[in-house]
């Protein structure tokens, strides 16, 4: 877990104050930092489950610090037909690690035909 915190830390990122997860999904909530992508939710999906026609792909983990705890983060990639996949909704796409790793990975299996359509963020516990 530290080294999962360490990899985090170096990224720069920072945490607002903690949010209620029943609030409409948006990119500014603190278990986001770590995105890049598509809300689920704007593709008639959500945090627990993937948009229809997609699979979960590969997921990856952070340990984010909110309310005086660290809390550790999954994000999980639901992926689809490279050739398919549809146009973020305005509004819709977090782009708040694009480039950097991990979340600039494509977490999809065969990913020289899949696609990560978009980026589940769940809260599993503390870290």
Not at 47 to 60: H, I, K, L, M, N
Not at 75 to 97: E, F, H, I, V
Request: aromatic content about 8%; overall charge positive; some cysteine.
């Amino acid at each position: 877990m530290q080294r999962l915190a360490v990899v985090l830390l170096a990224m720069g990122a920072t945490f607002s104050d903690h949010l209620p997860l029943s609030a409409q999904a948006n990119c500014g909530q603190w278990h986001r930092c770590g995105k890049c992508g598509c809300l689920c939710s704007c593709l008639g999906g959500s945090d627990t489950a993937c948009p229809p026609g997609t699979s979960p792909g590969g997921a990856w983990w952070v340990c984010g610090y909110a309310s005086g705890r660290w809390w550790l983060i999954r994000y999980l990639d639901c992926c689809g037909p490279r050739n398919a996949r549809p146009t973020c909704p305005s509004g819709c796409s977090c782009n708040q690690r694009c480039g950097q790793p991990p979340a600039n990975q494509n977490w999809c299996p065969n990913p020289e035909s899949n696609a990560a359509y978009c980026t589940r963020a769940q809260v599993w516990s503390q870290c």
